[in-house]
């Protein structure tokens, strides 16, 4: 109890987040947890992309996929979901799951362990990852969210949860310029910071999120050391 309770203490602290009437918690991890469902949500892992990039003669430390392997562990033992639900480009090609390490395939085996485990497919990694367990899905639809890998424009009846866009937020704080990865959302739709160690970010005020969302609803929530902060588009800067 007491161990618990100091857990508890030092946990970072969610923003709650409404999307089509369902209230999420935005981690400061950069994950998104359903707490009625015991469901968690990462995107954009993009496992093994330092290896896809040694492949190419550019040369990264080898370490992504650890690291990354790390973060999601220390979730899932916080939080115990009874799903997790990747949204697509879990790996950076499609032969990233074959080039896992051995002790990075068990620890993803591990975490796989008793518990339902969706692949939902991404541009990156489009088919099901070999020899890894879970399902593998183009979207996932769960009462009235849908989940899949890239947002889309239109209003489909159902509140979106996605990721793809790698979305980031600069604003200035204390004398000088902050840019953090972020969520960002507007009530129906929410997109996720990629959750993988070497992905980046894209600035939400980028061209590439036009009509993505209403503007007048828009919220970035921006990843701190421990929390996550709630800002309103206008006191967000472009890069």
């Known amino acids: 109890m007491a161990e618990a309770a100091r857990r508890m203490e030092t946990d ?3 923003a709650l987040v409404a999307v089509a009437g369902v209230v999420l918690e935005a981690f400061a991890d950069g994950a998104l947890w359903w707490a ?3 469901l968690l949500v990462v995107a954009d892992l993009h496992f093994e992309k330092g290896s896809a990039f040694a492949r190419r003669g550019r040369m990264l430390p080898p370490y992504d996929t650890v690291e990354t392997l790390a973060r999601l562990s220390r979730l899932i033992a916080r939080l115990d979901p009874a799903t997790i639900v990747a949204l697509g480009d879990s790996f950076h090609d499609d032969g990233g799951a074959a080039r896992l390490r051995p002790f990075d395939r068990a620890t993803l085996k591990a975490l796989q362990s008793g518990r339902d485990w969706i692949w939902i497919a991404g541009n990156h990694d489009p088919a099901a990852p070999a020899g890894l367990d879970g399902g593998h899905l183009a979207s996932l639809a769960i009462g009235p969210l849908v989940f899949r890998h890239e947002p889309t424009l239109g209003d489909g009846g159902h509140g979106e949860i996605a990721g793809h866009l790698h979305p980031a937020a600069r604003v200035a704080g204390r004398g000088k310029w902050v840019r953090r990865r972020c969520f960002a959302g507007d009530g129906r739709r ?3 910071p990629a959750f993988g160690a070497y992905a980046g970010g894209l600035n939400v005020l980028d061209k590439a999120f036009a009509g993505v969302f209403d503007l007048a609803a828009f919220r970035a929530f921006m990843l701190g050391e421990d929390r996550v902060y709630a800002v309103g588009r ?6």
């Not at 206008?234 to 890069?239: A, E, F, G, I, S």
Request: hydrophobic content about 35%; overall charge positive.
């Open 12 to 14: 970072p602290e969610p």
């Open 36 to 38: 009625d469902r015991r």
């Open 190 to 192: 929410l997109i996720l």
């Open 234 to 239: 206008k006191v967000l800067r472009p890069d």
